[in-house]
């Protein structure tokens, strides 16, 4: 079974930087890898996505802050955070392909505030 752990959330001031980890028991990022994030009260919603030949795409609200990269040798996949703003508070989640579907991990909290 496929587990998938993120670190690296925490409490940052508007404008700071914060780089996400997703680190995954077997490899998989190599197919795809996907960051989402859910905010209170909103929908889950895709904030990044990396394909099997390194395209990435970005939802617009994040283009030109975020950067989703990937290590395959280590099996995990990263989110850079620049220029972070409170409307990026969530609880952020990352995602790959298992053997019966998708797969999450537990989620981790971003909090943006003075």
């Known amino acids: 079974q496929v587990q998938l752990v993120e670190s690296g959330g925490g409490l940052v001031q508007p404008g700071g930087s914060l780089r996400l980890s997703c680190a995954a028991s077997r490899s998989i990022f190599s197919i795809y890898a996907i960051w989402y994030r859910q905010a209170p009260g909103k929908q889950r919603e895709l904030v990044a996505h990396i394909d099997s030949g390194g395209r990435t795409n970005y939802a617009d609200s994040v283009k030109g802050r975020f950067t989703i990269s990937r290590n395959n040798a280590k099996n995990t996949v990263y989110l850079q955070m620049n220029s972070l703003k409170p409307e990026d508070t969530a609880v952020y989640y990352c995602?790959?392909?298992?053997?019966?579907?998708?797969?999450w991990g537990q989620g981790t909290q971003v909090t943006v505030s003075s």
């Open positions: 995602n790959g392909p298992g053997p019966d579907g998708s797969i």
